[in-house]
């Protein structure tokens, strides 16, 4: 149990930190190498939206523990999803290729 947890909130921490910094350390080429793979996709103004999408990944498996009720599961999914494709569209995030 304890390896899980360790596990699971220190990488969640760990790159969360990560994009926490990431403004002032995306500089160095050692930052760049290691965490690239957290921002390749979206453009540098919205340096923060990885956070939004581990949020909402947490979020999506947090809904199957709520409640044991398919429907309501379903209803939580859902309302899960369209927040996020609301945020998508207000903010943008993703590179135009």
């Given at each position: 149990?304890a390896?899980?947890?360790?596990?699971?909130?220190g990488?969640?921490?760990?790159?969360?930190?990560?994009?926490?910094?990431?403004?002032?350390?995306f500089?160095?080429?050692?930052?760049?190498?290691?965490?690239?793979?957290?921002?390749?996709?979206?453009?540098?103004?919205?340096?923060?939206w990885?956070?939004?999408?581990?949020?909402?990944?947490?979020?999506?498996?947090?809904?199957?523990?709520?409640?044991?009720?398919?429907?309501?599961?379903?209803?939580?999914?859902?309302?899960?999803?369209?927040?996020?494709?609301?945020?998508?569209?207000?903010?943008?995030?993703?590179?135009?290729?």
């Amino acid at each position: 149990l304890a390896a899980v947890v360790v596990y699971c909130c220190g990488c969640g921490l760990l790159f969360f930190w990560a994009i926490y910094v990431a403004p002032s350390h995306f500089s160095e080429p050692g930052f760049q190498m290691r965490w690239k793979f957290l921002f390749i996709k979206y453009r540098p103004d919205v340096w923060w939206w990885p956070m939004a999408f581990l949020a909402k990944n947490v979020a999506l498996n947090i809904c199957f523990v709520v409640s044991p009720e398919p429907l309501i599961q379903i209803y939580l999914l859902l309302s899960v999803s369209a927040m996020y494709i609301a945020s998508v569209v207000v903010f943008l995030p993703y590179q135009s290729r």
